[in-house]
């Protein structure tokens, strides 16, 4: 996958549902200074680099609490390729995910001293509370519209058939956790190609993601990343 963008964007949606906040969501118990590293590993179960994350801040807006993530991402050699921050909202139960946070600041400068033009939208990513075997969850979407010198492209990502598939024991290097599979499907859209995938996601309360895997539409293995270290 050569452009740096899509690339970009299908890695941020894949882990951008890492998390969720103290007072709202019982899956993510989280508080401020709170740590977590995941290690990615390619299709050959070898480790292609780590993301850490830091819980840097919490807060109440209005009826809504926010939660905001400061995401470092390193190669397997342990070379930094970009940090950022994101945030999220938690509401009656319900987390939500804010897509245009999830753009690593430095590139969205970079694009904009280029003299792109970059649209972001979408319907956000749901997690509810109360999660149960065989319950189905809401899709979600998200557009990037880009525009330079006349040149106008657009990505897409449709995250469809959401579903909680069971419960499972999941081990890591981190340890053993019960966890809530669920599974989608991913389609890209970008350049008159479409792209296909499906994911798996374990979720823990009061950890969050512990694992998720990525396949191509035929069933194989394109990557995949587990919690590999985690301090409350």
Do not use: H
Request: glycine share 8%.
């Amino acid at each position: 996958m050569k452009n740096p963008l899509l690339s970009t964007l299908l890695f941020l949606l894949c882990i951008g549902f890492a998390f969720g906040q103290d007072s709202c969501s019982k899956f993510y118990p989280l508080k401020e200074g709170s740590t977590f590293q995941y290690t990615n590993y390619d299709k050959k179960g070898k480790s292609d680099g780590t993301v850490n994350y830091t819980v840097s801040d919490v807060r109440s807006e209005g009826s809504a609490s926010v939660a905001t993530f400061d995401m470092k991402l390193t190669d397997k050699k342990g070379k930094e390729i970009f940090e950022t921050n994101y945030s999220f909202s938690c509401e009656d139960g319900l987390v939500k995910i804010d897509y245009q946070s999830l753009f690593p600041s430095q590139m969205m400068q970079q694009y904009s001293e280029m003299g792109l033009e970059m649209d972001i939208s979408g319907t956000d990513i749901e997690l509810p509370n109360n999660l149960s075997e065989g319950q189905e969850l809401n899709d979600a979407n998200v557009t990037v519209s880009m525009s330079m010198s006349g040149i106008n492209m657009n990505v897409s990502v449709d995250q469809t058939n959401r579903k909680v598939e069971k419960k499972e024991s999941v081990t890591t290097s981190a340890g053993t956790f019960d966890c809530y599979l669920i599974t989608e499907d991913n389609t890209t859209k970008t350049m008159g190609a479409t792209i296909k995938m499906k994911s798996k996601l374990w979720l823990a309360e009061g950890i969050g993601m512990i694992k998720q895997e990525s396949y191509k539409d035929n069933g194989n293995l394109i990557s995949k990343s587990e919690l590999s270290a985690y301090n409350e």
